[in-house]
T-cell receptor, first 107, second 113 residues
Framework: AQRVTQPEKLLSVFKGAPVELKCNYSYSGSPELFWYVQYSRQRLQLLLRHISRESIKGFTADLNKGETSFHLKKPFAQEEDSAMYYCALHRLNKFYFGSGTKLNVKP | NAGVTQTPKFRVLKTGQSMTLLCAQDMNHEYMYWYRQDPGMGLRLIHYSVGEGTTAKGEVPDGYNVSRLKKQNFLLGLESAAPSQTSVYFC????????????FGPGTRLTVL
């Protein structure tokens, strides 16, 4: 069965500090992985996808098949990054979401 | 272009009552999804549809039914609501052939007493 694990429920960092939100998955094939973000009072929206190898709002995520991880990183956190972050795996038209990590960036 | 809309925004039901949640999208997307969001559990897929007239079960389909009679609408029904169905329900859609991005609705907060 596919599983996505986000071990941290809450992550608090100070503005300007590096941030890493962890995501591990269990899937034996080639995964399609995503990071979604939900800002306060806003809809869930796509942040980035592994296939694009892009950097969005300073965030990057690298797929590590050996460690089955897709951690989200940003070198210098900003207050506006405070939000709920979800890692998701897509397989056969279904999406499997992690339980989410709340990022709190303190001034 | 409203994107994905959900009706209603809030609802309180008594145990045993029935109701239907409506999801509508104006982006001509093939795929549509219904999720529930519970504290500490993230989003769990209830049912989904890969096109007009099709539906399929997700991770947690029990107690729910769905219909996709029109491409733009995806209905989620609760025939006999239970307190365990208290949750926030999200609908999402995505195009076929895209890179997998889903577009989410604003959510419906349902409380079953």
């Amino acid at each position: 069965a596919q599983r996505v694990t986000q071990p941290e429920k809450l992550l608090s960092v100070f503005k300007g500090a590096p941030v890493e939100l962890k995501c591990n998955y269990s899937y034996s094939g080639s995964p399609e992985l995503f990071w979604y973000v939900q800002y306060s009072r806003q809809r869930l929206q796509l942040l980035l996808r592994h296939i694009s190898r892009e950097s969005i709002k300073g965030f990057t995520a690298d797929l590590n098949k050996g460690e089955t991880s897709f951690h989200l990183k940003k070198p210098f956190a900003q207050e506006e990054d405070s939000a709920m972050y979800y890692c998701a795996l897509h397989r056969l038209n279904k999406f499997y979401f992690g339980s989410g990590t709340k990022l709190n960036v303190k001034p | 272009n409203a994107g994905v809309t959900q009706t209603p925004k809030f609802r309180v039901l008594k145990t045993g009552q029935s109701m239907t949640l409506l999801c509508a999208q104006d982006m001509n997307h093939e795929y549509m999804y219904w999720y529930r969001q519970d504290p500490g559990m993230g989003l769990r897929l209830i049912h989904y549809s890969v096109g007009e007239g099709t539906t399929a079960k997700g991770e947690v389909p029990d107690g729910y039914n769905v219909s996709r009679l029109k491409k733009q609408n995806f209905l989620l029904g609760l025939e006999s609501a239970a307190p365990s169905q208290t949750s926030v329900y999200f609908c999402a859609s995505r195009p076929s052939g895209g890179q997998g991005e889903q577009f989410f609705g604003p959510g419906t907060r349902l409380t079953v007493l």
